[in-house]
């Protein structure tokens, strides 16, 4: 059985060298305890800042040890009362192919609702995360315009959707290169497209949208960030959810230089972890099933195949190398 473990702490951009694939023999399960075949395992953003030896909302993955990190996988033994061989399950022990898990560490998961793999993604955090955006913290009301960073991924592509579903009015989102700003378009429902890479984010945005927006959610961070301040209306809101230009900056970088604007206009900005709304998932579960049913919620996935290729899978991610949730299939 094979995982993946971090071996350096990298500098600037990851290199594979930061990694190891590393052979372990297959642990059988003690009293409670059962074993999982990992089948999908999820590879993020945040997981760049365990990289690094800091403090943060989430402990820094150790060195020469398997990382954790968001997975799917069948149970092949149980030593579980009421957890039987075939049982499909959720759990956080990702980056190896198979999982020893003790009760309470795992949630059995509903694979006639949507795949396996959609608990990684829309059924998942990456759901949970764009709904506490619109929902909660920068709450979007009928008829608003609503702009979104990282529009091509898991969670802009998710939080799209779902302000649409909310009562958007237009819904404008940033992406990286020609390509993906015609899909955002064509896929994802956007109604309009900012590519980021062709410079002059604030110029497209307010061509896009020439009377202002109402809220922002922050995937992106540095000139979105900026942009978007110049162009939210007075009582916008913006949802800080993520500042991927920065993860690989080796040095602090500047904040935007207009955040005064934030005064004079009555913005609210706010920062925030999917994790400590859960108390929204029970509705987000029953939104997002009939959404789903609906076709109104596509659930998009990039997927890569096999251990050996997780890393790439990640150093692929934070390249842009995906369109919506980037998976690994093992
Ligand atoms: P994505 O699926 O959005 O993948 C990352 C994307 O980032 C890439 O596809 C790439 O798209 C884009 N990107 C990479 N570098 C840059 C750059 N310099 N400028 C602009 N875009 C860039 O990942 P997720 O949906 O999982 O995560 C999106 C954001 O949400 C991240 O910032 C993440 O940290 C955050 N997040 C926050 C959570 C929370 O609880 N607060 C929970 C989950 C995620 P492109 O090709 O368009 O460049």
């Known amino acids: 059985s094979r995982e993946v473990h971090l071996v350096a702490r990298p500098e600037g951009e990851p290199e594979p060298s930061d990694f190891a694939l590393v052979e372990a023999t297959v642990p059988d399960p003690g009293p409670d305890q059962i074993l999982v075949r990992n ?4 590879v ?21 040890e398997v990382m954790t990190g968001g997975a799917v996988g069948t149970v092949v033994d149980s030593n579980l009362d009421g957890v039987a061989a075939g049982t499909t399950v959720r759990h956080f022990l990702g980056w190896r192919e198979h999982a020893l898990l003790d009760p309470g560490s795992f949630e059995i998961v509903d694979t006639t609702i949507a795949p396996a793999q959609a608990y990684l993604g829309v059924l998942g955090l990456t759901g949970l995360t764009a709904y506490a955006g619109l929902k ?21 592509s998710t939080a799209a959707q779902l302000a649409k579903c909310l009562g958007a009015a237009k819904v404008i989102g940033s992406a990286g290169g020609p390509e993906k700003s015609k899909r955002i378009v064509e896929d994802f429902g956007y109604d309009a497209a900012v590519d980021y890479k062709a410079g002059d984010v604030e110029g497209q945005l307010r061509a896009a949208a020439p009377d202002g927006i109402d809220v922002y959610f922050d995937n992106v961070g540095g000139d979105h960030l900026r942009a978007a301040l110049a162009t939210l209306r007075p009582h916008g809101r913006v949802a800080l959810c993520g500042a991927i230009s920065q993860y690989n900056a080796a040095e602090p970088v500047p904040g935007p230089d207009n955040l005064f604007l934030a005064v004079g206009k009555r913005l609210t900005l706010r920062g925030f972890i999917a994790g400590d709304h859960v108390d929204l998932a029970p509705e987000y579960a029953r939104l997002a099933a009939v959404l789903l049913r609906d076709g109104r919620l596509r659930s998009e996935e ?27 299939r093992l």
Not at 46 to 64: A, H, N, Q, T, W
Not at 142 to 151: D, N, R, T, Y
Request: charged residues 20%.
């Open 39 to 42: 089948h999908w395992i999820s």
């Open 44 to 64: 993020d953003p945040y997981m760049r800042g365990r990289m690094k030896d800091v403090e943060s909302y989430i402990p820094p993955f150790r060195l020469d």
């Open 136 to 156: 909660r913290i920068a709450p979007v009301a009928k008829g608003e315009v609503v702009f979104v960073s990282g529009a091509a991924g898991a969670v802009g």
């Open 302 to 328: 990039t997927v890569v195949a096999g251990i050996e290729n997780a890393v790439e899978a990640f150093l692929g991610l934070l390249r842009g190398a995906n369109t919506g949730k980037m998976l690994v």
